[in-house]
């Protein structure tokens, strides 16, 4: 939003500095972009009905535009201002230009044919022709002749035909002798090899001569030779007229009409099914719902395909058809693109996951889209030249002509084949794209119900075209998809089928989240994380969507799918780690039930082996070296090495200087001293080098023989343990490998551990922790000045600690090693902890002083926390303490507790006739105990004993000062009345009072009775309530009342859950609760709606039959309808108050802030207003 808003400012800011320094030009300019404007947007009109006009308005606005460059006279180019003559030329070419540009884009659409050939069909029909004597190679090149003949790129055909008007009409009629007295079989070829759409686009119905001859050629293919058309030329024809477009010849719609009538059964869905599998943007929703614009022809057409489907299906339950409907399963399957297709990357608006990089196909989709097309019933693999049912519906909008829609179509056409070289989609697929005005809402507002509303209305309008199928759709919860997916199962039921939504953001946050709506609905959407989990429900249901070797199969490509992700496009190595380990997850689901019905199980995605063997690497463990990788698991088999940074240190050093002495070998100065004749031997029985000490040597054996050096250069004596040899730097680069006696050597303990590999980073040398040199004492002056710097140890036995796994006293302490025992407080252990984990417990001067006098145990183990069976009064009612804390035989402060009481609530009773047990700390149950809240001591502790906690926390009385000054903040302001109806986490409910003393609500929870026949009572704050709304009711939309009537809901106010109903049948105002508010109506009564009969008047509502009776106007006749055969007048028109973040800023920027909005009954406070009060 932030982008948007800044690019529209500097949008505004260039444009006042364009106008500043151009004004004419920069008027002119504009004048025509915004005519340019109004001419997309306005597909509909008629100067788009033919391409001609087209083309005349491309060149007119060129010809405007040039003569503004080059005549304005503040423009940057005024050629015309210099020269008159070439300014005049230099815009007759710019228009010219533009009109060859025009022509030369709309014949090679023109002539694009449609790919849907089979393989192997025209070769073999090519042949069978030829053995026939049918001489049908030359009639295409007759055809093909004749076309270029007429079609001439540089001269619009207006022009030509002018010119040569006879030689023209005689090719036209060559053209069409050929199609007359052709055989059905070289029709057939004629029709699916010849450029069909430039055909009828060059071919012109003279009318000055009498001549139609484009009328007479479309005659002849739609209706006179129509019956011996295969369907996949009745499919060429359909396209033709399109590419023609169909208001360019007034009948047009009539031979769509007789081409789609005289079609029938199974031959009518696959007519359709090609239509929609042609890859472009003329697919059959355009041409039923978009091209034809005769409202009697369109219902004609959708009439005879549901006959036809109806006689489809009893076909198949009286099991008289033909093979051919056996051999199928007859579902669509519709998907939305972004985020369920392939992963938007997060980048805004098109989705929000981020789990992928972008653009990156999810693994597996594509074989679930092949899986569950294929089905469950004929062959058990794709065939190779069978068209597929996909189809997608996008959020993306439509613009103008097919711009946006061939960006998603080049895509689908690129994922016909993997990079891999595998194949990709299995058919080609239809596209239903979105509206401008939905994506607006979604971008300024952040409203996902009008992109639900858009995609359900798509898909409303395809079932109307394909009834006899039914239709699964896959989608993701980022936008209003799963809300798209209800109000499909509401609207068909029968042919929807199922609904797969990918999780890209959490479940519960999912626009139209209603678990318990859908339940009631029968909608049992699945949510999966990957598409081996979809595959898997997808064969578990009853009846299942496909098999099992198709969920094997889903599987199979996911892996492969996942392994040709090229490692650039991951955005860390961590990434693609957690995906690969969420895929064998689920793969290992699937395995778990493939292998019990009988299958072998799908491999697992193997990791990359980043650490090399013996490679060192850091761990959240410390050091280690890496000994195994399992590929599977992602797992690495180290070897821990725990030993003292001291000695990893003396090693790393030593390996660093072994380096550079390799690098840079040392040569004496001296010549005798280079003179060596023998080399020293090392034996061992491991046979392993490991440098490290990664190896625990046993009975290690040195043999050394002395070298020749001068006596100079010869060590004095040998160090204990150690064998010294000639040459100082060889014994420095091996003094570790041939230590014979020391101590610690033989006690080393490698540990071994599997790690996953996104904790394991590159080895560092190991740094030694600096020492805080400071006392870090109260009172400096007390520290000794001249004591010196000296090792002592700092933990003696039966000190008090603190540490990472709770309280402690210090048993032991090992000075060498520098390792404290201690012993845990609360549980049966001790742990071995270094120094830095271990904190000493201080006591400040005078409480070590005086502690035997201040510090007495007085506590008793019959005493409260101690005993079980003490009253206490919770803030939930009261109870028994049932599990005491634990006596403990160290006395610690009131602040280092960490042991929990058990307090069995008395005042509430379970079905099981137990009562709930909650649990808190000695400290707060010592608070409603005592009904003191966070007081201070009592005054039995002594001046001393005060004194020295001073000392020993000089910070404890901030808590006093917060505790002061928190009295002075006045009591919490109470939002939901007492009474209120809420919706809470644990279902609806009542607000029964407010504490102020802690901000808290008591609410009874509705659905919560128990043994004693009361409700259960919840205690929340108010971030965990919200106001209850009638199931299924917005405001401002119509709504059923309990007491029979009518009305709008006005309004619900939140502090009290009332809500407010219009009933303008009977000039009432109700407030009502929700329980009130039956259900939600399409319109009230009294209320203007709009039929397909015209507009009417809502007289009554028929519960019993969920019927509407309408009193049409003008008609003197009454109508009953269901509710999704009309719609309520104004719906969509509703004046918004609201603001939302740009649409604020940019009301503040673009207009004028005194408009009010008129004649509104809606306060600022969402309440109703008489509408008395607002006149005077």
Same mark, same amino acid.
């Given at each position: 939003m932030l982008i948007l808003l800044t690019l529209l400012v500097s949008l505004v800011l260039l444009l006042l500095a364009l106008f500043a320094y151009a004004p004419i030009f920069c008027s002119c300019v504009l004048s025509l972009l915004y005519t340019l404007y109004f001419f997309v947007?306005? +597909? +509909?009109?008629?100067?788009?009905?033919?391409?001609?006009?087209?083309?005349?308005?491309?060149?007119?606005?060129?010809?405007?535009?040039?003569?503004?460059?080059? @005549?304005?006279?503040? !423009?940057?180019?005024?050629l015309g201002n210099w020269s008159p003559s070439l300014g005049f030329v230099s815009v007759v070419l710019s228009g010219y230009a533009m009109h060859t540009w025009d022509r030369i884009v709309h014949r090679r659409d023109l002539s694009r044919q449609v790919s849907l050939r089979r393989a192997g069909t025209a070769t073999s029909s090519l042949t069978r022709l030829k053995d026939l004597g049918i001489p049908v190679e030359d009639q295409l090149k007759r055809i093909n002749g004749c076309l270029a003949a007429i079609d001439k790129l540089l001269i619009p055909s207006?022009?030509? &035909?002018?010119?040569?008007?006879?030689?023209?009409? #005689?090719?036209?009629?060559?053209?069409?002798?050929?199609? /007359? +007295?052709?055989?059905?079989?070289?029709? &057939?070829?004629?029709?699916?090899?010849?450029?069909? *759409?430039?055909?009828?686009?060059?071919?012109?119905?003279?009318?000055?001569?009498?001549?139609?001859?484009?009328? /007479?050629?479309?005659?002849?293919?739609?209706?006179?030779?129509?019956?011996?058309?295969?369907?996949?030329?009745?499919?060429?024809?359909?396209?033709?007229?399109?590419?023609?477009?169909?208001?360019?010849?007034?009948?047009?719609?009539?031979?769509?009409?007789?081409?789609?009538?005289?079609?029938?059964?199974?031959?009518?869905?696959?007519?359709?099914?090609?239509?929609?599998?042609?890859?472009?943007? @003329?697919?059959?929703?355009?041409?039923?719902?978009?091209?034809?614009?005769?409202? %009697?022809?369109r219902q004609e057409i959708l009439t005879h395909i549901r006959k036809e489907a109806i006689i489809q299906q009893n076909h198949v339950l009286m099991r008289t058809k033909k093979k051919k409907r056996k051999i199928q399963s007859w579902r669509k399957v519709l998907s939305d693109v972004d985020d369920t297709l392939c992963s938007s990357g997060g980048s805004y608006p098109a989705g929000i996951d981020k789990r992928y990089p972008k653009k990156v196909v999810y693994p597996g989709v594509l074989a679930f889209y092949r899986e569950l097309d294929l089905g469950t019933e004929g062959p058990s693999q794709w065939p190779e030249n069978r068209v597929g049912n996909l189809v997608f519906l996008s959020a993306r909008p439509h613009v103008y002509k097919d711009v946006s829609e061939k960006i998603n179509h080049a895509k689908f056409a690129r994922l016909r084949v993997k990079p891999d070289g595998r194949q990709g989609l299995h058919t080609t697929p239809s596209l239903l794209a979105g509206d401008l005005a939905s994506g607006t809402e979604y971008m300024m507002r952040n409203d996902m119900e009008p992109l639900a509303l858009k995609k359900f209305d798509n898909f409303k309008r395809y079932v109307a075209i394909y009834p006899e199928y039914r239709h699964c759709f896959v989608c993701d919860n980022g936008q209003g998809d799963v809300r798209a997916g209800e109000m499909m199962l509401d609207a068909f039921p029968y042919e929807f089928e199922a609904l797969y939504v990918h999780v890209v953001k959490d479940v519960s946050k999912t626009h139209g989240y209603a678990p318990e709506r859908w339940r009631e609905k029968g909608l049992n959407p699945c949510f999966f994380r990957t598409y081996p989990e979809a595959a898997l429900d997808a064969t578990k249901r009853s009846p299942p969507l496909i098999r099992i070797e198709g969920l094997r199969r889903v599987c199979e490509e996911t892996v492969q799918d996942f392994i040709s992700i090229e490692n650039k496009k991951w955005q860390s190595h961590k990434q693609a780690a957690a995906r690969r380990m969420e895929l064998n997850q689920n793969l290992w689901e699937v395995n778990n039930y493939i292998t019990s019905k009988g299958l072998d199980p799908v491999p697992m995605i193997k990791a990359e082996q980043v650490w090399s063997i013996g490679e060192k690497v850091r761990t959240p463990y410390g050091i280690a070296r890496i000994v195994d990788f399992d590929s599977v698991h992602d797992l690495y088999e180290v070897k821990l090495d725990w030993r003292p940074l001291t000695k990893q240190l003396e090693e790393h050093l030593a390996c660093e200087e072994e380096k550079r002495e390799k690098k840079t070998p040392r040569r004496s100065k001296n010549p005798e001293s280079s003179i060596t004749a023998l080399e020293t031997v090392v034996e061992s029985e491991e046979h392993e080098e490991e440098r490290g000490g990664n190896v625990?040597?046993? &009975?290690?054996?040195v043999v050394a023989v002395s070298m020749l050096t001068p006596p100079d250069k010869r060590p004095d004596k040998v160090a204990s343990g150690q064998l010294r040899v000639g040459m100082e730097t060889f014994r420095d680069s091996i003094a570790r490998d041939i230590t014979l006696n020391d101590s610690y050597s033989d006690s080393i303990n490698y540990v071994k551990a599997k790690v996953q590999s996104a904790l394991i980073s590159k080895y560092t040398p190991p740094i030694l922790p600096t020492v805080r040199q400071s006392s870090n004492q109260l009172f400096s002056f007390w520290t000794p000045k001249s004591e010196p710097a000296r090792k002592v140890a700092i933990f003696k036995a039966g000190e008090q600690c603190k540490t990472m796994y709770g309280l402690g006293i210090v048993e032991d302490y090992e000075e060498q090693r520098h390792i404290v025992i201690v012993k845990l407080v609360g549980w049966n252990a001790k742990a071995f902890l270094n120094e830095e984990s271990v904190e000493i417990v201080s006591k400040g001067i005078f409480e070590s002083l005086f502690g035997p006098f201040g510090s007495v145990e007085t506590t008793k183990l019959h005493d409260f926390p101690h005993a079980e069976g003490t009253v206490i009064k919770t803030p939930f009612g009261e109870g028994k303490v049932v599990r005491p804390s634990p006596a403990s035989t160290t006395k610690f402060s009131k602040d280092e507790g960490v042991s929990t009481i058990g307090i069995s609530l008395t005042n509430w009773t379970l079905g099981n006739n137990s009562h709930p047990v909650i649990y808190c700390t000695v400290e707060t149950a010592q608070e409603w105990k005592s009904n003191k809240g966070k007081e201070s001591k009592t005054s039995s502790d002594g001046i001393l004993s005060a004194f020295g906690n001073l000392l020993s926390k000089p910070f404890r009385g901030s808590r006093a000062l917060s505790e002061k000054?928190?009295?002075?903040?006045?009591?919490?302001?109470?939002?939901?009345?007492?009474?209120?109806?809420?919706? %809470? #986490?644990? *279902?609806?409910?009542?607000?029964?009072? @407010?504490?102020? +003393?802690?901000?808290?609500?008591?609410?009874?929870?509705?659905?919560?009775?128990?043994?004693? *026949?009361? @409700?259960?009572?919840?205690?929340?704050?108010?971030?965990?309530?919200?106001?209850?709304?009638?199931?299924?009711?917005?405001?401002?939309?119509?709504?059923?009342?309990?007491? *029979?009537?009518?009305?709008?809901?006005?309004?619900?106010?939140?502090? %009290?859950g009332v809500h407010i109903v219009t009933i303008p049948s009977a000039g009432l105002v109700c407030y009502l609760q929700p329980d009130s508010v039956v259900r939600p109506l399409k319109a009230a009564v009294g209320e203007e709606v709009l039929t397909a009969y015209g507009d009417g008047k809502m007289f009554k509502y028929h519960i019993e039959s969920d019927t509407y009776e309408i009193a049409l106007t003008g008609w003197n006749a009454k109508l009953y309808a269901k509710a999704e055969t009309f719609d309520r007048a104004g719906d969509g028109t509703q004046i918004r108050t609201d603001?939302?973040?740009?649409?604020?800023?940019?009301?503040?920027?673009?207009?004028?802030?005194?408009?009010?909005?008129?004649?509104?009954?809606?306060?600022?406070?969402? !309440?109703?207003?008489?509408?008395?009060?607002?006149t005077k």
């Open positions: 947007a306005n +597909e +509909e009109h008629g100067v788009h009905h033919a391409q001609e006009s087209e083309n005349r308005f491309w060149t007119i606005f060129a010809v405007l535009l040039a003569t503004v460059v080059f @005549f304005a006279k503040d !423009s940057p180019i005024p207006t022009i030509n &035909n002018y010119i040569n008007q006879r030689f023209v009409m #005689s090719k036209e009629r060559e053209i069409i002798s050929i199609f /007359e +007295e052709c055989d059905a079989r070289a029709l &057939n070829y004629l029709v699916s090899h010849v450029k069909l *759409g430039l055909l009828f686009y060059k071919i012109k119905d003279h009318n000055n001569f009498n001549s139609q001859h484009r009328s /007479e050629i479309i005659q002849l293919l739609a209706v006179v030779r129509l019956p011996i058309l295969t369907v996949m030329s009745r499919v060429i024809v359909l396209h033709a007229l399109q590419l023609m477009k169909l208001r360019a010849n007034p009948r047009a719609e009539y031979w769509v009409r007789n081409v789609i009538l005289n079609t029938h059964q199974d031959d009518l869905s696959e007519l359709k099914t090609l239509t929609d599998a042609k890859g472009d943007y @003329f697919c059959m929703n355009k041409l039923i719902h978009d091209d034809i614009k005769s409202e %009697t022809t625990e040597p046993k &009975n290690k054996k000054r928190s009295a002075l903040v006045p009591a919490a302001e109470q939002y939901y009345k007492d009474g209120a109806a809420v919706s %809470t #986490s644990f *279902g609806p409910g009542l607000v029964k009072r @407010f504490r102020e +003393e802690d901000e808290f609500y008591e609410v009874a929870l509705m659905n919560w009775k128990l043994a004693n *026949g009361c @409700f259960a009572k919840a205690i929340l704050r108010r971030d965990g309530i919200s106001h209850r709304l009638a199931a299924g009711c917005i405001e401002g939309y119509s709504v059923l009342t309990d007491l *029979g009537l009518s009305g709008t809901l006005a309004s619900v106010d939140p502090t %009290t603001t939302f973040g740009i649409n604020w800023l940019l009301n503040k920027l673009f207009f004028s802030s005194d408009k009010s909005v008129p004649e509104t009954t809606r306060s600022r406070s969402n !309440s109703v207003v008489s509408a008395r009060s607002t």
